[in-house]
């Protein structure tokens, strides 16, 4: 097998896969796992899959579970969250770098050398296939030249802008949402709580602020879609005054930390929806079959879980004998097994994005609707299970708190 794609669903599908003996080459774009302002939420479900696969233990504390969250509207808390309230095996969402989270998986993949190779800075430029026929492998450029895997599954775990997609030629609708992300980082204030999400709302403007490990605030802010030029034609002082309308404590820390536009990030927002996440000899997963938005941090998690369903489900087409029609119908079961899931999760985005950008009458209408779910402890549960339980089941709370210094208050 070929996987395309060292990102959380590549590298967790190879290490599932080479644990059940299906030797499997990784392509991987990058030289190193630094990735930053990428995929460091990880929502409860996932950080469950993690601990079962031996993932979590291995992080050495490498992460830090989140425990609270909360909406501020105009300057009112709207909405407040209490995840040690929920009855699960593991209720954190969990804020995990991506380079600890990648180099685990990749050292534990490396411990099965007989199933497991990672190739790094292997860019992906072809499919090989004859004609209409299915795909047999993929060409790569490496800094030693062009090398040329076969292979009778090939993957694509290659993000959302997939190349691997685009030289399939599965057809897709990609849709722009209204908004872009700017994101960028900061010294973690000493006033605020460092296990609390923070949702801060201003009109039309929101900003999201995360704790990350081990002591910065991640911050993201929304722009009109295609804003950015705007934005910085205006200079640093426009980018400046976001923030102090929407977080004062962080005036003085990003007036001392962003000095330029090189210490930003934009994230392009948008949603894709592939009818067929497979054709013939490959199979699309992750963000390569399914891009969803920031909200929730649903991309790594459904990445993960999209990795450990199309595991068994590929080995199994290889114990049947690995023919095409075999490994086609592992590509159907996968896409049936998931699509669902995906489903609920954008439709959740969705109206959290519509809701986010109300304003005038809209904003007292959104403020009405998170002070009703605020105050019913059930329907808090219900609304976020959407988005991180849909996997464990409700039963006893067996999560164990980090050993870590206590929290900034």
Not at 259 to 270: H, K, Q, Y
């Amino acid at each position: 097998m070929c996987v395309v794609g060292g990102g959380p669903a590549g590298l967790t599908l190879a290490v599932e896969l080479a644990k059940r003996s299906v030797s499997v080459v990784v392509l991987e774009q990058s030289g190193h796992f630094d990735r930053s302002f990428r995929g460091e939420s990880v929502s409860p479900d996932s950080v469950w899959l993690l601990d079962r696969l031996g993932i979590l233990g291995r992080l050495d504390g490498a992460y830090q579970q989140m425990h609270r969250m909360e909406i501020v509207d105009s300057g009112s808390t709207v909405l407040r969250a209490d995840f040690t309230r929920f009855p699960y095996p593991h209720p954190y969402p969990v804020e995990m770098p991506q380079p600890a989270l990648l180099s685990a998986l990749a050292d534990l993949g490396e411990e099965s050398p007989e199933h497991f190779t990672l190739v790094r800075r292997a860019t992906a430029t072809g499919l090989v296939r004859e004609g209409d026929g299915p795909v047999t492998g993929v060409r790569a450029r490496t800094p030693d030249g062009e090398i040329t895997v076969r292979a009778a599954l090939t993957v694509a775990a290659d993000g959302r802008f997939s190349k691997v997609r685009e030289m399939s030629g599965l057809p897709y609708t990609k849709i722009p949402l209204e908004r872009d992300v700017v994101w960028l980082k900061l010294p973690f204030p000493e006033q605020w709580d460092d296990r609390t999400y923070r949702i801060r709302i201003h009109g039309d403007q929101h900003g999201l602020f995360i704790p990350t490990h081990p002591d910065s605030v991640r911050v993201g802010f929304n722009i009109p879609k295609g804003g950015l030029k705007d934005l910085r034609a205006k200079g640093l002082p426009a980018l400046y005054e976001r923030l102090d309308r929407l977080a004062p404590e962080l005036s003085d820390a990003v007036r001392s930390e962003i000095r330029g536009w090189s210490d930003t990030s934009m994230l392009d927002i948008f949603t894709t929806l592939v009818p067929r996440w497979s054709c013939p000899g490959l199979i699309l997963t992750g963000d390569a079959a399914h891009t969803l938005t920031p909200i929730l941090g649903q991309g790594v998690n459904h990445a993960i879980i999209d990795a450990v369903t199309l595991a068994p489900l590929v080995q199994r087409a290889f114990e049947a004998g690995g023919t095409p029609s075999r490994l086609a119908r592992a590509g159907e079961e996968f896409q049936r097994a998931r699509e669902t899931s995906v489903s609920k999760s954008r439709g959740l985005q969705l109206r959290q994005e519509r809701l986010f950008a109300l304003h005038g009458a809209g904003g007292a209408f959104r403020r009405t609707l998170y002070r009703v779910v605020d105050r019913s402890q059930s329907l808090k549960q219900r609304v976020l299970a959407g988005a991180y339980f849909q996997l464990q089941k409700p039963g006893p709370h067996v999560a164990v708190r980090q050993q870590r210094p206590p929290s900034r208050v």
